[in-house]
């Protein structure tokens, strides 16, 4: 076996361990999420009666509103998946034109989020008010707070697919991790959406 031949297996083998390594060190990095939120949630169903004598998600919550947030984000799950299928088959076009309609899907639902805040603070319900707005604040506000990370790093490989149509390898993983991201995020506010909104206003 000739020495090329050698080198090439081996850079091929580290480039597969490094792979693995990055896979699991993102998995990890998820679990720790899941921690998190968890914690979040734990502290809203201790708060959730904590009011203060003041108003309750029962009084200001919008469950119109909050099933528009709910489908632009369900929908821009659907449209990270289509925008993956494009880039395993190195359609590197339909790729950044799935990817920039999951932006503007985040970017909706975001809106959506700040106008129900601005809302509630307008109502007098603003995170000073009561443990109970302050933990419906710290849990939403977080998974917000996620979403545009998440968008950020959509525009980032973004602008990397453009600056290479052929898509290489290093380029389809960080864009499957950003897709367990946004999967994530959607199981999380599935969550929120059940427990907290529906929770509070059934």
């Known amino acids: 076996m000739s020495q090329s031949t050698l080198s090439a297996q081996h850079a091929h083998g580290h480039e597969h361990e490094h792979q693995s390594h990055s896979v699991f060190g993102f998995w990890a990095y998820l679990m720790t999420d899941c921690v998190l939120f968890a914690s979040l949630f734990a502290a809203f169903a201790m708060f959730a009666m904590q009011t203060a004598g003041g108003p309750t998600g029962k009084d200001l919550f919008n469950l119109t509103d909050v099933a528009y947030e709910t489908a632009l984000l369900l929908t821009s799950s659907l449209t990270f998946g289509?925008?993956?299928i494009s880039a395993?088959?190195?359609?590197?076009?339909?790729a950044l034109a799935w990817l920039f309609v999951t932006f503007v899907l985040g970017a909706g639902f975001l809106w959506l989020e700040v106008?129900?805040?601005?809302?509630?603070?307008?109502?007098?319900?603003g995170p000073q008010r009561s443990a109970f707005w302050s933990s419906f604040f710290t849990l939403v506000g977080t998974h917000g707070l996620h979403v545009t990370i998440g968008l950020i790093w959509l525009v980032v490989l973004a602008?990397?697919?453009?600056?290479n149509p052929e898509m290489n390898e290093r380029e389809l993983r960080r864009l499957a991790c950003l897709s367990l991201f946004w999967h994530f995020l959607d199981i999380v506010w599935?969550?929120?959406f059940s427990f907290v909104?529906?929770?509070s206003v059934v």
């Open 115 to 125: 106008h129900e805040f601005a809302h509630l603070i307008a109502e007098g319900a």
């Open 197 to 199: 909104y529906l929770g």
């Open 190 to 192: 599935i969550c929120v």
């Open 88 to 94: 395993t088959r190195r359609k590197s076009g339909a």
């Open 82 to 84: 289509l925008a993956m």
């Open 159 to 163: 602008v990397q697919i453009a600056s």
